[in-house]
């Protein structure tokens, strides 16, 4: 209760007519105490109102059953997502997660690493990491640390380490788009990006280049950067510029094109077509049904649990992964026949 002081497994030992040693294995599930002392003692911490700390525990056993989470924006719906699929898959196992927020603030980045070792936490996820991965890595030992898409690229190629880094393969998920727009007769295709991510935007904006020049020989539209304050006239500059394809950064980005091609006049897909990236849940239902890449990002999130697991089990991360991607083709790139 509130406001009393914790109840002691001396309490505890004196009550049951045990030892505290009898308490304590008793309380840990140890096969060598019968099921009837087991019982017996666990009625009597019930009944006294024990609650374990945990904190001396972990300081006995040198873990915490804690892991700690960090995601760029946990309001983001594919960040979201990898939190939900790493809490599933923590608490599966009675692991607890500490969820912080970077922000895409490397600063805040570093004080959530720090925050997580103070809370001695077993091990440790990072996504969208803008800082260096081997200093990382250094900083949190013992305790392994997984990278989940890293912000650290290199020449639009990721600086990925050789274990226990995980991302989805976004190359091959642009070659994808692209070759779906170029069959829907899409000839003079541009990238729409974002400032606040430079790795994952570079390597999206430098995979569709590629993609477009082997698809077509030629190489795409100028790229675009999106301005909230200026939206319908980035809009209408695409209108006026010929573009017929488009692929924004991600469909955050790729729904708020539909909403300023819909003002300035422009038909999706009929003038202009337009994908995303992510496949989060609103691509789905928005107005035209959105075309998108997705990510299997509560898989990823589960997946970097169990690295996490593996690496507390054996001392080793296991080999970095480039997970596969998939194409939701939907009505906002496939062209209508012509009205009659």
Not at 63 to 91: N, R, S, W, Y
Not at 140 to 156: C, D, T
Not at 249 to 257: I, N, S
């Amino acid at each position: 209760m509130s406001g009393e002081r914790r109840i002691t497994l001396r309490e505890v030992a004196i009550a049951a007519g045990v030892s505290v040693a009898t308490v304590s294995r008793a309380l840990n599930d140890d096969p060598q105490i019968s099921l009837a002392t087991k019982e017996r003692v666990a009625a009597t911490a019930e009944a006294l109102g024990y609650v374990p700390d945990l904190a001396a525990r972990s300081l006995a056993v040198r873990a915490t059953k804690t892991f700690g989470l960090m995601v760029p924006d946990a309001m983001d719906p594919i960040h979201g997502t990898v939190v939900a699929g790493f809490e599933a898959a923590a608490q599966a196992v009675g692991y607890t997660v500490i969820v912080a927020n970077s922000h895409r603030d490397p600063a805040i980045e570093r004080r959530a690493v720090r925050e997580f070792r103070a809370h001695r936490a077993d091990g440790i996820a990072l996504m969208g990491s803008m800082l260096d991965l081997e200093a990382i890595s250094t900083m949190v030992r013992p305790s392994p640390v997984v990278f989940l898409n890293s912000e650290r690229l290199k020449g639009g190629r990721p600086m990925d380490l050789a274990l226990g880094c995980i991302r989805p393969d976004e190359i091959d998920g642009m070659r994808q788009v692209v070759e779906h727009l170029v069959a829907q007769g899409c000839r003079t295709m541009a990238f729409v990006g974002v400032d606040d991510r430079p790795g994952s935007n570079q390597m999206r904006e430098m995979a569709f280049d590629n993609s477009v020049r082997d698809c077509l020989g030629v190489p795409p539209h100028e790229p675009y950067r999106w301005n909230d304050d200026h939206r319908e006239r980035l809009a209408a500059a695409m209108r006026d510029d010929g573009v017929d394809g488009v692929v924004a950064y991600d469909d955050r980005l790729a729904l708020e094109l539909l909403d300023a091609f819909r003002t300035v006049g422009v038909a999706v897909p009929r003038d202009i077509a337009v994908a995303g990236f992510d496949d989060i849940p609103f691509a789905a239902i928005s107005n035209p049904r959105l075309t998108t890449v997705g990510q299997p990002a509560h898989e990823m999130g589960a997946l970097a649990v169990e690295v996490l697991l593996q690496a507390i089990s054996t001392g080793e991360l296991s080999p970095s992964r480039v997970l596969p991607i998939y194409l939701a083709v939907r009505e906002s790139t496939v062209r209508l026949p012509p009205e009659s």
